[in-house]
């Protein structure tokens, strides 16, 4: 437990599973739903659905594994003069879902000129590890996560999907704000997407840039125990699943690596412990000045709140906050009031406010 008291204040309630969120530049917040939709919350807690999502989201679960629905939320940075955002989501169609990016427009209390800007083919049955993370990063450019969509690592083919740079599952890419392959992509060769910028990815959902530096740093879930977090870097191959720090759902399974690969480790792994990482912040604010720098990470396991002690690029140690809130946490952003801000993984999901404990305060 963290020696810092921390008030809890919900802001929201009733939310279908909140994934992401994103701050209005005039107040309020976006959230994503995966089982749901797209929301308005104001600085009041009034909650206003959005219309006009794709029509091919795919936001019905059809059992508890199911990792199907509305991923990650980024604002442009012209948003308030332009209104535009970007959606990742699970898109069903012809042969399976898979994971797809689009620009719109929010126009009210719609959206409007949805622009579909990529989808991982192959599709597939299979209904897990999407990816979704999104990022504008310090660059200016968007990047996406894509999961490698097994529930089983034995149902990879004989080189696995995420190691495959022809195929588009298990990967990071980099794209231009109008939907372009960014340039300065590194080349993978023959038969891959120019946007594709690192490999060997299991299921990372949470990034975030770190203030003053040109570094991104992503979460990774692990299979069996093995959660990591990484820096992101152009042609890195994370090694999914040749590479990890814990093991297979299926003890048998001996995947096949590629021949003379070199493999970037994770800057933290968890051993012996899952936490199940997901949403990330770097926290920059004036109510936990202690923190400032560190990276606070969300985990859907028993409700993990951690705080990183980042440090030149490295993770001197780690402080776990909320232990005492049994409940899947999927996502943490600081607010623009220096407050941190977390959703709750439920059927009835909440915005939750984080602030230091008023007997506390200056």
Known sequence: ???????????????????????????????????????????GGAVTRIAGLPDDL???????????????????PDFA?????YLSYASRGEGGTTTRLIRA???????????????ATPRSGD?????????????????????????????????????????????????????????GNPDFGPGTHPA???????AAQGMAAEPGTERIWFSEHGSTQGDEIN??????????????????????????????AAYTDPVHEWRGRTVAPTGLTFYTGNVFPEWRG??????????YLMRLDVEHGTVRGVEYLLEDAPVRLRNVTQGPDGALYILTDEADGKVIRLDRHRGDRP
């Not at 019905?60 to 629905?69: F, T």
């Not at 594709?196 to 299991?202: K, V």
């Open 1 to 43: 437990m963290s020696a810092i008291r921390i008030e809890r204040v919900t802001i929201a309630a009733g939310l279908r599973h909140p994934w992401s969120i994103a701050f209005l530049p005039h107040g309020g917040m976006l959230v994503t739903e995966k089982d749901g939709g797209l929301v308005r919350i104001d600085a």
């Open 127 to 183: 209904r897990f590890h999407y990816g979704g993370g999104l990022l504008i990063g310090p660059d200016g450019k968007l990047y996406l996560t894509v999961g490698e969509r097994h529930y089983m690592e034995s149902d990879n083919p004989p080189l696995p999907v995420s190691l495959d740079v022809t195929d588009r599952r298990g990967k990071i890419f980099r794209f231009e704000l109008d939907g372009r392959p960014a340039e």
């Open 58 to 76: 795919d936001n019905v679960r059809q059992n508890p594994r199911d990792n199907s629905g509305l991923f990650g939320i980024a604002l442009h």
């Open 231 to 260: 820096i992101l870097a152009p042609g890195a191959n994370y090694g999914w699943p040749v590479r990890t720090g814990g093991g297979y759902r299926d003890p048998a399974y001996r995947p096949r690596g590629l021949e003379g």
């Open 294 to 303: 560190d990276l606070i990470v969300a985990g859907l396991r028993r409700g």
């Open 105 to 119: 427009r929010l126009d009210g209390d719609r959206l409007s000129d949805i622009e579909s800007l990529f989808e």
């Open 196 to 202: 594709l910028y690192a490999l060997g990815i299991r």
């Open 81 to 85: 003069a332009n209104g535009r955002l």
